[in-house]
């Protein structure tokens, strides 16, 4: 579980810098949204302590990083580190 919290911190890192920092204002929106469903990730976590109670989640989730991709290099970090965390909840792509 311990790995879990780590992946899904460091995809949250990730878009918090992009949306902190990057001046892509067409990815704002995405961010928010996939900032918001990773908390309900972080609090469905938290209270079941059960990686699968998310698995449905992640993979609406998977589909939404596939139809809208954010631009440049926070992009690309962004989803290598979505990526890592779906590795670690066990849901490969």
């Known amino acids: 579980m311990d790995e879990v919290f780590d992946k899904l911190t460091e995809y949250v890192s990730a878009m918090s810098e992009a949306l902190a920092n990057d001046g892509n204002a067409n990815d704002r929106s995405l961010l928010t949204k996939h900032l ?31 139809w809208s991709f954010i631009a440049g290099p926070s992009g690309e ?6 990526v890592a965390f779906t590795n670690a909840v066990g849901i490969s792509q």
């Open 77 to 82: 970090l962004i989803a290598k580190k979505w």
């Open 36 to 66: 918001a469903v990773a908390a309900e990730m972080y609090s469905i976590l938290h209270k079941h302590q059960d990686v699968s109670v998310i698995h449905t989640l992640v993979k609406t989730e998977i589909r939404g990083h596939g």
